[in-house]
């Protein structure tokens, strides 16, 4: 399934990614496996156009057969959020039916990035590469890669500035395609993303503490 397609031609206005996440370092448990079939289903239903899977262990309380329970209970594609530095880590990826990986680059130097795009493009993944801060923007907003997202929340200190990812988003460039990571809680956050050159958004933390999951991305998908 290709995941830049459903992106690009989303059910709205612009692209929904929803988020399965266990457990959050700034905010504790979110959910757990047992649950992981529903919420898949209420995305779905809802109208995401992409779904994401954080498999980090140690941080996030995720595994890689999370990937698997995710696409058999699904149509959508799916993104697989993880600390991948390694071939081996893309190729159990793709085994697993992700679609897309993400690729950070406050973990990955230049080279490293680089190796693992064309890796994960060769195993039929999407890289998308990640910025937290200018600096690591500076480093892959004019390396070609078909899509980066930008963070709001900031990796060190765990917290959030929408307006650091709206100028940040402002200076990739135009035939990137765009994504907003983190900090979307309402449709003024979505609109401000947008304006600043977003073609989507990732919605995790606030549709898993939701108590009407398929409500709020209805909601979101509004503008």
């Known amino acids: 399934m290709n995941f830049l397609i459903n992106l690009k031609k989303p059910s709205g206005y612009f692209a929904l990614i929803a988020e399965i996440k266990l457990k959050s370092p700034s905010e504790g448990f979110l959910g757990n496996e ?4 529903e919420i898949t289903g209420q ?4 109208g995401a156009d992409a779904l994401s899977v954080v498999t980090e262990k140690k941080l996030f309380a995720g595994n890689i057969k999370l990937i698997k ?4 209970a699904c149509q959508l594609p799916v993104l697989c959020k993880d600390f991948v530095t390694e071939g081996r880590q893309l190729k159990a990826i793709a085994e697993a ?7 950070l680059s406050r973990i990955l130097n230049d080279l490293q990035l680089e190796i693992l795009k064309q890796t994960a493009q060769k195993l039929n993944l999407l890289p998308i590469v990640e910025a937290d801060n200018f600096n690591d ?5 004019n390396r070609n890669f078909p899509v980066v997202a930008v963070n709001a929340r900031n990796l060190d200190d765990l917290t959030v500035d929408r307006d650091r990812a709206c100028r940040m988003l402002r200076l990739i460039p ?4 765009k994504l907003a990571f983190s900090g979307v809680r309402n449709r003024q956050d979505v609109r401000d993303y947008l304006k600043s050159g977003a073609r989507g958004v990732l919605v995790g933390t606030a549709l898993m503490k939701s108590a009407d999951r398929i409500n709020l991305i209805r909601e979101l998908k509004k503008l």
Do not use: C, H, M
Request: aromatic share 8%; proline share 0%; glycine share 4%.
């Open 137 to 141: 923007l500076n480093r892959i907003k």
């Open 174 to 177: 135009e035939a990137t395609f």
């Open 97 to 103: 039916g992700a679609d897309a990986v993400l690729l």
């Open 34 to 37: 047992s649950q992981v079939v």
């Open 43 to 46: 995305y779905q239903e809802a």
């Open 69 to 72: 329970t995710v696409k058999k």
